[in-house]
């Protein structure tokens, strides 16, 4: 992760909203210090610069029809906010980023109809569904899950992360919930909603989960 290159990405992305360059680095800073919180072991500048670089490459890749339906900066915008509260144990972080984005957003002067579309965004990470007309909630779900199809090691580095931010509770509640967790997706017909991602991350994401059971329940 590049701190140069976010806050490249992070000033492209505000450009186009034509904002208070003054406010903009404010708040900029608010979300590096967010993320940078030392109880943050996934969660954190690197998971965000890897949903942000998704979200790119699925645009790259998105047909010119498809892109009237579609509203990039408004998922990216997401994307930078969905994590930024963050404490494993609350069950509430999702509604509470998307309160702290409403207010950052509000500062920064966007439109009051594209906050709320970016607050219904970050929600939507809470379950991971997508209805199969919101083309924009299915991007940012299909960015925020794209580890889970990423290489066995960097799967397993993921997976560490996610117990050293979860390392309060005892081995045996946390297997029993992380496999809850696990096979909820391998139940699901597709992890990922675009077809990018199912073509080429699908089928690594699920042998990923399947080895990460596996070593829990040995």
């Not at 680095?25 to 969660?43: C, E, M, T």
């Not at 979200?55 to 009237?68: G, V």
């Not at 408004?74 to 984005?101: G, R, T, V």
């Not at 990923?208 to 070593?215: H, W």
Request: aromatic letters at 10%; proline letters at 3%; glycine letters at 0%.
């Amino acid at each position: 992760m590049n701190l140069k290159t976010l806050h490249s990405q992070w000033n492209k992305l505000l450009q186009a909203f034509d904002v208070e360059p003054r406010v903009s680095q404010k708040i900029f800073l608010d979300l590096v210090n967010a993320y940078s919180s030392p109880h943050r072991f996934y969660h954190s500048l690197e998971h965000i610069q890897q949903v942000l670089d998704t979200i790119e490459e699925i645009h790259r890749h998105t047909q010119l029809e498809t892109l009237l339906d579609i509203n990039f900066p408004l998922i990216q915008l997401a994307a930078w906010f969905h994590d930024a509260i963050y404490d494993p144990k609350s069950n509430n972080n999702e509604e509470k980023s998307a309160d702290y984005a409403e207010s950052a957003l509000t500062e920064l002067k966007i439109p009051i109809t594209q906050i709320e579309q970016v607050k219904l965004l970050i929600l939507s990470t809470k379950t991971h569904q997508a209805s199969l007309a919101d083309k924009n909630c299915q991007i940012l779900l299909d960015a925020d899950l794209s580890i889970l199809g990423s290489s066995p090691s960097d799967y397993q580095a993921y997976a560490k992360a996610i117990r050293r931010e979860y390392s309060w509770v005892p081995d045996e509640v946390y297997q029993i919930k992380r496999q809850q967790v696990l096979q909820s997706f391998l139940q699901r017909q597709r992890l990922y909603f675009t077809n990018l991602l199912f073509l080429t991350l699908e089928q690594r994401a699920r042998n990923n989960l399947k080895l990460e059971l596996l070593a829990l329940s040995s």
